[in-house]
């Protein structure tokens, strides 16, 4: 009887703190968002500067999801695979996005590629304007993002047998031929599942961004900016309604990596 006390009152503690911290908060975003009505919501979420800070959102964030996908996985392999001075550096500096105040990353940029750095100088005498622009908001979503892709495939890399590898190489295939038909079977749910989550905190990032990009209706202002100033205009209802469409977003995309990796572990 003890045992069983004890159990649901772990039960009740850990439904209580995700009932106040998570479901309660998300719930009120949702019920401020159509308290309105559904006129007023979609309305709000039809307004051409929400709309246009939406879809923005989506491509920058899409591009910045590839990039960790391909950058991320790379880094996973030298670390599995290689050894070499400085690598258990490397293997801690990839954690520090999450350790990191999002602001501070972002004046990191600021300071690397804005105007009056000698980088972002070199840029814009050939054209390339990265700060206020949209470079800059994809150069801070991979960075808050980083660490997705990296973490999730590193355990896969190591799980693999090194003899498949060289038993793909004996047969006479060719580096590429092996790394697609061997190696990226088997990390392929580490690098989509990363992704995706990459994808889904980038969907929402603002500290980082809020300090690099230009908030240019319809070029630079993306989606959480966007919520920062219906904030600041006094319209919570607006706010909220956008806010919904990232909370969507970001729960399909949750679903679908609970959904993958559900089928990686009955594979």
Not at 33 to 57: K, Y
Not at 67 to 92: D, E, H, M, Q
Not at 108 to 113: A, G, K, V, Y
Not at 218 to 242: D, H, M, R
Request: hydrophobic share 55%; glycine share 10%.
């Amino acid at each position: 009887m003890k045992g069983l006390w004890v159990k649901r009152s772990w039960q009740s503690t850990v439904l209580i703190y995700f009932l106040l911290l998570v479901a309660v908060p998300i719930g009120r975003v949702y019920g401020e968002g159509f308290s309105l009505g559904w006129g007023r919501f979609w309305e709000a979420v039809g307004h051409p500067l929400a709309w246009q800070a939406v879809l923005l959102t989506l491509k920058l964030a899409v591009i910045a999801m590839l990039c960790n996908a391909a950058i991320g996985s790379i880094i996973a392999w030298v670390l599995v695979r290689y050894r070499f001075p400085g690598r258990k550096l490397l293997n801690s500096l990839v954690d520090l996005p999450f350790a990191l105040p999002t602001a501070v990353g972002g004046l990191m940029i600021l300071l690397l590629l804005g105007p009056a750095s000698p980088l972002g100088q070199f840029f814009a005498n050939r054209g390339w304007e990265v700060v206020y622009h949209q470079p800059a908001i994809v150069i801070a979503m991979i960075f808050v993002t980083f660490p997705f892709v990296v973490r999730s495939t590193q355990p896969l890399l190591e799980e693999l047998d090194p003899a498949q590898e060289e038993a793909s190489y004996t047969l006479g295939a060719t580096p590429g031929r092996t790394f697609w038909q061997v190696i990226f079977p088997a990390i392929r749910p580490g690098v989509i599942g990363g992704a995706l989550l990459a994808f889904s905190r980038a969907l929402a990032e603002f500290g980082a961004v809020v300090l690099v990009a230009g908030n240019l209706p319809g070029k630079t202002l993306v989606a959480s900016v966007y919520i920062f100033g219906q904030i600041e205009n006094y319209n919570p209802q607006g706010a909220a309604a956008v806010s919904v469409v990232l909370l969507t977003l970001s729960f399909l995309v949750l679903w679908g990596v609970n959904l993958l990796t559900d089928r990686g572990g009955r594979g």
